[in-house]
């Protein structure tokens, strides 16, 4: 497997850092969403114990504290590996998808200068397999007239 580095797999920063910020908002927007709720769960919680009328040093106050502090720890964990995940994925989709486009701009901008190309070709695993022989076959068409 190719040694490869981060700065080759943002080949086309503007789509590809605008896809990754726009994954990262939604993953936030949950994670923070699902904070607001499990910790409003833990409010009620306590708000039960109020109405059923425990003392303040009551063991059950103890209890919906710790598990909540728990809570909240699992999820601050949850939340690391979420972004993180969110941040390799969405490099790694995106480079499947910006690797085509980049190379189609760089074929279409050679044939303009002139310069003879190969064979379009993308690299294996790439999206939009199906391009480089619609368009060598279209480039075919146009040489023979």
């Known amino acids: ?12 920063p503007r789509f590809q850092l605008t896809l990754l910020l726009a ?10 969403m699902v904070y607001y709720k499990v910790n409003e769960v833990f409010e009620k919680l306590h708000q039960m114990g109020e109405k059923i009328n425990l003392t303040p040093g009551h063991p059950y106050y103890n209890f919906v504290k710790t598990s909540q502090q728990m809570m909240n720890l699992n999820l601050s964990w949850a939340f690391g590996f979420s972004i993180f995940f969110t941040v390799i994925t969405s490099l790694f989709i995106s480079h499947k998808i910006a690797g085509p486009i980049y190379n189609l ?18 690299r294996r695993g ?14 075919t068409k146009l040489k023979e007239k």
Do not use: G, S
Not at 1 to 12: A, D, E, F, Q, T
Not at 112 to 122: A, G, R, W
Not at 126 to 139: C, F, G, H, T
């Open 126 to 139: 790439d999206y939009y397999e199906e391009l480089p022989k619609i368009i060598n076959a279209a480039i």
């Open 23 to 32: 994954n990262i908002l939604v993953a936030i927007t949950a994670l923070i």
């Open 1 to 12: 497997m190719k040694n490869r580095k981060l700065k080759n797999y943002i080949i086309y």
């Open 105 to 122: 701009k760089k074929y279409f901008i050679n044939i303009n200068n002139n310069q003879e190309q190969p064979e379009m070709k993308f």
